[in-house]
Every structure is written in structure tokens, then in C-alpha cells.
């Protein structure tokens, strides 16, 4: 897929233009790139970085960094992608300024997303203003029950059955492995610690049994709280690993909460607590 940040950066040709967030990119957000496809024309997305919300001086909690969204449309089939910085600015575009120099500019015949879609100053663009602007305006098929705010309400409350059958595939973490307390090594469960992006959402802590690298990994998301901590820290211990992970980016699939994180009595406790982890960590399966 190619990747631009200007529409000087494509080429003017017939094009269908799947546009919105797609945070997370679930399985609403396919329909709307299914749908573009559907239409024989070049599929290309519209996408914007920051979240608007954010712009606006809201908190988002986000279910994907803009890498990963960006893996998930070529996953997806996306030919092109055009990612739309959001500013002050261009919020304050009147939509027939913004389909002008974002659509018209690379050539948009159709145009595709739900009937929710609204962009512009204001929020006065929607799909019915493109219809008068010349576009051919194609309504997305809508999934019941499927939304960005839903699936992370479902994430807030370790639900990841729920969270997964959104997305159609497994929740996920998604960082840079940093040093940590090192903690682990000495109990025989030597971990990755995980840094993400302050504005991606984390799931409700507890220990997880999940997948990454071809492996399956048991991981601890929470404070340490039996060694009084109090800082968040996400802690994947993989399973069968051996090898140095410093610097590298972990893409850590969540397949079961095992329990919540605890204080135990001794260190000798933790330790066959982990033990059980990992057990029924090699006996996890993925939510859908």
C-alpha cells in the first residue's frame, strides 16, 4: 500500500474513496473498504492523524497507533492511503473546501462511509452535500452493534470475547520493549517490558494469556501490586524464548484473561501462581 500525506502525493485517476478514522480498523470499518472495492475503482482511504477528538481537546483512548491502522488497510486490500494531518486548519475547512482539495485532488468519483459520516467545519459535510457536489455517494452496510467506543468500553472491562468478535480478530498491545525492573529473570519468568503510546488504550489489568513472535506469551498488565508498585507496567513473558527484545516492537495478541493481578503471601506463592499462568497460557486459544 502506499502511504502519503498530501494529495499532490497521488496521482489524479478514477478512484473510490473509502474516508473516516478507522481507529482499529474492526469489522464495520471493513464494510466501508469492501464497499469501495465493490465499485471496480482504484480503492484508496482518507484517513486523519491526530484523532479529531484530539484536536478538539479530548481525551481518545485508540485501538490501534497509526502503524499499525496503516498495516491493517493493506491487510485489508487498500491500494493507496492518504493520512490527512489533522490541524486547526483543516477542521476549519467548509466541507466543499475540504472535498475540493482532499477528493477532487486525486481524482474521487465515488465516495464511500456510513451515514454517521459527517466531516467539515462544523461537521456540515455529509454524504447527501457530496451527491450535490458531483460524487457518486455510496452508503456503507451498517453492523449492528459495532462501533471504535464499544469495542474499547468492552477492552475497559477485560472483555476481550466481546472486543475480539468486533474487530474479527484478537485484541491487541502494541510498544517498544524497554528496560524494566528485570524482576522477572530473578523468579525464573524473565519479561519484556512494554512501552506503548500514552493515547493508546490498555485493557483493564490482570494477567493475560496471549500470543506474539510465533509464541505464545503470558502477560501481566497492572502495577506489581505484591511488590507495591504503582506505576503501570505491561510485562509479556514469552514462552520457549530465549534472546535479547531491547528496542524492538512487540505486536502482543490478547486471547484470554486469566485472572486479576493480586498480592500473595510469599515470593514462593507468586511464583507457582505464575507457573499456573503459564500453563493455562499453553492451553489458551485465541477469541475468535
Known amino acids: 500500500m502506499r502511504i ?11 478512484r473510490a474513496v473509502a474516508i473516516g478514522n478507522f481507529d482499529g480498523v474492526h469489522r464495520g470499518h471493513r464494510t466501508v473498504i469492501d464497499a469501495a472495492a465493490r465499485t471496480g475503482l482504484a480503492v484508496t482511504v482518507v484517513t486523519f492523524h491526530p484523532h479529531p477528538r484530539v484536536v478538539l481537546g479530548n481525551r481518545v483512548d485508540l485501538l490501534s497507533t497509526l502503524e499499525r491502522r496503516l498495516e491493517l488497510l493493506a491487510e485489508a486490500g487498500v491500494a493507496d492511503c492518504l ?9 476549519r475547512l467548509e ?35 457530496l451527491e450535490r457536489l458531483g460524487f457518486s455517494a455510496v452508503r456503507a452496510p451498517q453492523i449492528e452493534g459495532i462501533s471504535s467506543s464499544k469495542i474499547r ?25 524497554v528496560a524494566g525492573d528485570q524482576r522477572g ?5 524473565p519479561t519484556a517490558n512494554l512501552r506503548v503510546e500514552p493515547d493508546l488504550l490498555v485493557p483493564r489489568y490482570g494477567i493475560y494469556a496471549g500470543f506474539t513472535r510465533g509464541l505464545r506469551a503470558a502477560i501481566s498488565i497492572g502495577t506489581n501490586p505484591h ?21 524492538q516492537r512487540l505486536l502482543v495478541e490478547l486471547w484470554e484473561r486469566l485472572r486479576d493481578e493480586q498480592t500473595f503471601d510469599s515470593e514462593r506463592e507468586l511464583i507457582d501462581q505464575i507457573a499456573r499462568d503459564v500453563e493455562a497460557t499453553r492451553n489458551a486459544r485465541p477469541p475468535v
Open 83 to 91: 493520512v490527512v494531518v489533522f490541524t486547526p486548519e483543516v477542521m
Open 4 to 14: 502519503v500525506h498530501a494529495p499532490s502525493q497521488l496521482e489524479r485517476q478514477p
Open 227 to 247: 511488590y507495591g508498585g504503582t506505576e503501570r507496567r505491561i510485562e509479556p513473558y514469552l514462552l520457549d524464548f530465549e534472546g535479547d527484545l531491547y528496542g
Open 153 to 177: 468500553r468492552a477492552l475497559g472491562e477485560g472483555d476481550l470475547v466481546t472486543a475480539a468478535q468486533m474487530l474479527g480478530r484478537p485484541p491487541e498491545l502494541d510498544g517498544i520493549v
Open 185 to 189: 529473570g530473578t523468579l525464573g519468568y
Open 95 to 129: 466541507p466543499e473546501q475540504f472535498a475540493e482539495s482532499y477528493l477532487r485532488a486525486i481524482g474521487a468519483e465515488a465516495v464511500v462511509a456510513g451515514d454517521d459520516f459527517r466531516f467539515g467545519r462544523q461537521r456540515r459535510g455529509d454524504l447527501a452535500l
